[in-house]
């Protein structure tokens, strides 16, 4: 028997994420946490322990940061999860705000830094291209940068003097290149490495007057660091005797590095100093680090989860620093390993297993992205499959991070059909091994997940038995000419074109092709006010089940790609579990 209130209460603890502070007042927080059931602002005084909502909205906020002074909390106002909208602003630790900067009108977000002296540096994307504006108290916005091509900010150096944006004018912003510019527009120097090889920075040294960049680069093939000083013109690459792939931060007096280290779905810790290159590991469980940063004192805070234990915010003194208000989710099974040998090469997979005996109905929840991947963290929706008796299955395809730059670079020009050879793989291996029922298998993802769900079901129609796609990608043509103009330029530069450039590419990866050969029963969910997988595009696939008369069921909600209201997360699970259940034999 099925406990309801186990699975629901692991999305309805209360959770939060790493506190942020503001750099020259670090006693001024902000995070973010779903308290009081949807996902809102927050700030923290450290020194008082007072903590404030910020925001109050329907369908929630997710983006937000402080100024260096701790005197303004900004935060992203779209409209029911559009994304498309402005930045407001509100005093620390007050709710009435406004505007940031009423200047400016509604766009997708492309970045923002702030500077001490009240300088905002706002990156627009629109119709129009991507445009980095500089916004100075009570003055007009500033056109900095203007491109057709997709560009963000990247950091704004402590003293203002310079400006760092990611572009990708060279038509390919999935591997982009660094500009690094003054206020007044003129040119420092650039740093690209080629066609292939992205470069991204990651923020300016945190001390007056210096200059030095950290970027993540991939020379090698895999995410490294370098520190780059574009005023003096030279390059320190960080080269450290560590598997997978290494990112950083800075330490606050800049003479060390914060080192996060991923490897095979985990994460652990370092501080690197600068001076005798020393590499010194930072005491962490095993498991995965949502989110790490070096307070002034020079202790390291960080959220941790493991996949059989909840989120926690912890210190590199052992000490909790914050805990939500209410009970804690209940836990969870750990995952197993798998590896198995693929046409691409070996694939990294992620078991859960439930109580039973096997072969076990099984679930293969495919992640979103693609750049992304499946790890050892707390996931809410894989426990719930789990406390119904599947097995889990999730699978690091390539196109998948945390493998090299040849891994998630692999599906290029073949989009989704590559992915889904290494699900394959993977599955069969389930099915030989005895994990998994092969009359009983679900195919499930959301996102760029749900693409690969529909995509499967067509294109492997006698591998899966129910399939449940979330906000997806259905009709490939449709859903490039509607969505947020970063995702076409993401496309392009993965389908080495437009629509009208590659139309056969876009054909053989589009689920709509495929969709007279589906033989699974099919669920959709999808947001209404999605500008990443629109729905138009979802209508034109369900309209074609229809007309096929394939058994498929549509549930629809008001707000964007995906749901920041615990609920109606928790109704969206129910009804996946609930069509899966029904469809092979299990309720």
């Known amino acids: 028997m099925v406990d309801d209130e186990r699975w629901k209460a692991r999305f309805r603890a209360a959770r939060m994420s790493l506190p942020r502070w503001a750099r020259d007042a670090p006693d001024r927080n902000i995070y973010r946490s779903n308290a009081t059931g949807t996902w809102e602002i927050y700030t923290w005084d450290r020194g008082t322990g007072a903590q404030r909502q910020v925001t109050d909205r329907p369908n929630g906020t997710w983006m937000a940061t402080i100024d260096p002074a701790g005197e303004w909390v900004w935060w992203f106002a779209d409209t029911d999860g559009d994304e498309f909208g402005v930045w407001n602003r509100a005093r620390f630790g007050e709710t009435e705000s406004a505007p940031a900067v009423p200047g400016l009108e509604p766009s997708y977000p492309s970045g923002l830094s702030l500077g001490r002296s009240g300088l905002a540096v706002i990156g627009r994307t629109t119709e129009d291209g991507n445009t980095i504006h500089l916004c100075r108290p009570e003055a007009e916005p500033e056109v900095l940068y203007h491109h057709a091509e997709d560009a963000h900010i990247a950091a704004l ?76 013109g030279t390059e320190r690459e960080i080269v450290l005797d560590l598997p997978g792939e290494i990112g950083a931060d800075w330490y606050p007096d800049g003479t060390a590095l914060l080192i996060s280290h991923s490897h095979e779905a985990r994460d652990e810790l370092y501080r690197y100093d600068l001076d005798g290159g020393t590499l010194t590991g930072i005491d962490t469980p095993r ?66 297993k439930p109580e039973g005996d096997r072969p076990y109905p099984t679930v293969f929840d495919v992640h979103g992205g693609p750049t992304a991947q499946d790890d050892d963290s707390f996931v809410p929706t894989a426990a719930a499959w789990v406390d119904h008796g599947f097995a889990v299955v ?50 499930t993802g959301g996102s760029w997940g749900g693409f690969l769900t529909l995509l499967g079901i067509g294109t492997q129609p006698d591998d899966w038995s129910v399939a449940v796609a979330a906000v997806p990608v259905a009709d490939y ?60 595009q979802i209508d034109n696939y369900l309209a074609r089940l229809a007309e096929l008369d394939l058994p498929h069921e549509v549930y629809r909600y008001d707000a964007g790609h995906g749901s920041l209201v615990v609920e109606e997360r928790i109704t969206q699970m129910a009804a996946e579990i609930g069509f899966a259940r029904k469809h092979l034999g299990m309720s």
């Open 394 to 443: 999730r699978v690091n395809y390539r196109g998948s991070t945390g493998y090299g730059s040849e891994w998630r670079d692999a599906i290029e020009g073949r989009v989704g059909l590559t992915e889904l050879e290494d699900i394959k793989a993977v599955r069969d291996w389930a099915v030989e091994s005895g994990l998994a029922d092969p009359s009983r298998l679900v195919l």
């Open 287 to 352: 498991g995965v680090i949502g989110g790490a940063a070096v307070r002034p004192d020079g202790t390291v805070e960080f959220s941790w989860s493991s996949a059989a234990e909840p989120p926690v915010i912890r210190a590199s003194t052992g000490a909790v620093v914050l805990t939500p208000p209410g009970p804690a989710a209940p836990p969870s099974v750990p995952v197993e390993d798998v590896w198995v040998d693929g046409p691409g090469g070996r694939i990294h997979a992620l078991v859960s």
């Open 477 to 536: 043509v449709a859903a490039y000419e509607d969505e947020m103009e970063g995702l076409q330029a993401f496309d392009r530069s993965l389908f080495g074109g437009s629509p009208d450039e590659v139309p056969d590419r876009y054909r053989e990866s589009s689920p709509i092709t495929y969709v007279e050969s589906v033989k699974a029963p099919v669920l959709v969910l999808a947001g209404e006010n999605d500008p990443r997988c629109p729905i138009r």
């Open 157 to 232: 150096s402590r003293d203002e003097s310079l400006i760092a944006i990611g572009h990708s004018e060279h038509g390919d912003s999935r591997h982009m290149a660094l500009r690094v510019l003054r206020p007044d527009g003129s040119v420092v120097a650039d740093l690209w490495d080629g066609p292939g090889k992205g470069v991204y920075g990651a923020g300016f040294a945190p001390v007056d007057g210096d200059a030095r960049l950290l970027v993540n680069h991939e020379r090698r093939g895999r995410d490294e660091m370098l520190i780059w000083d574009p005023v003096a």
